[in-house]
């Protein structure tokens, strides 16, 4: 089974402090993604990569960064947190098939 | 031109009812369309996924019906269970390149007991 574990459940960070989350993979997978999804807007693509050092903005990709040294470890950075990134965040792993973990919901105050 | 629309956005659907879920793209160079099932406090999962070569792919109580013509596809549940309960996302997305899924909003279905 695909493993695809995200670093935090719930978190709840202060407007203008610098978070991280992490996704660590256990499939050897090249590619990885940043999803959040809102309400009624679905699942938006922050940023993906498709190998170490490799990473290219996806749909929404201001006021986030992200790095990948290692190839098993995605992390997104939000450099200096706002109240507009509440929201749901979702890693994905795969190619077609891309496979999610079970999300970090961020709550920025 | 990238986007995927789906709808409707809300479905309830009584038990043993069928739930019928639609979405459009407008790229006709999109070459996998994979439906993915969401739970409450979960990551989305894989459902059930087609290619262009073929009109329709059943699993069990799910089927997608693909139209090339109208860029339309479909996800029908036979028999719906309340555990079938959960939001559905429909996705396109283009073979050897970066892979990149577009996604649609979502539908929420509520099956009633």
């Known amino acids: 089974d695909v493993k695809v574990t995200q670093s935090s459940r719930y978190l709840v960070k202060r407007t203008g402090e610098k978070v991280f989350l992490e996704c660590v993979q256990d499939?050897?997978?090249?590619?990885m993604f940043w999803y959040r999804q809102d309400p009624g807007l679905g699942l938006r693509l922050i940023y993906f990569s498709y190998d170490v050092k490799m990473k290219e903005k996806g749909d929404i990709p201001e006021g986030y960064s992200v790095s990948r040294e290692k190839k098993e470890r995605f992390s997104l950075i939000l450099e200096s947190a706002s109240t507009n990134q509440t929201s749901m965040y979702l890693c994905a792993t795969g190619r077609n098939t891309q496979y999610f973990g079970p999300g970090t919901r961020l709550t920025v105050l | 031109q990238q986007q995927v629309k789906q709808s409707p956005q809300s479905l309830i659907v009584q038990k043993g009812g069928i739930s019928i879920i639609n979405c459009a793209y407008e790229n006709t160079a999109f070459d996998y369309f994979p439906w993915y099932q969401q739970f409450p406090g979960k990551g989305p999962a894989l459902l059930i996924a087609?290619?262009?070569?073929?009109s329709e792919k059943k699993e069990g109580r799910f089927t997608i019906s693909f139209n090339k013509s109208a860029k339309q596809f479909s996800l029908h549940i036979m028999d719906s269970q309340p555990g079938d309960s959960a939001t559905y996302f429909c996705?396109?997305?283009?073979?050897?390149?970066?892979?990149?899924?577009?996604f649609g909003k979502g539908t929420k279905l509520t099956v009633n007991p």
């Open positions: 996705a396109a997305s283009l073979s050897g390149g970066s892979e990149k899924l577009v």
């Open positions: 087609i290619r262009p070569d073929v």
């Open positions: 499939m050897d997978h090249e590619n």
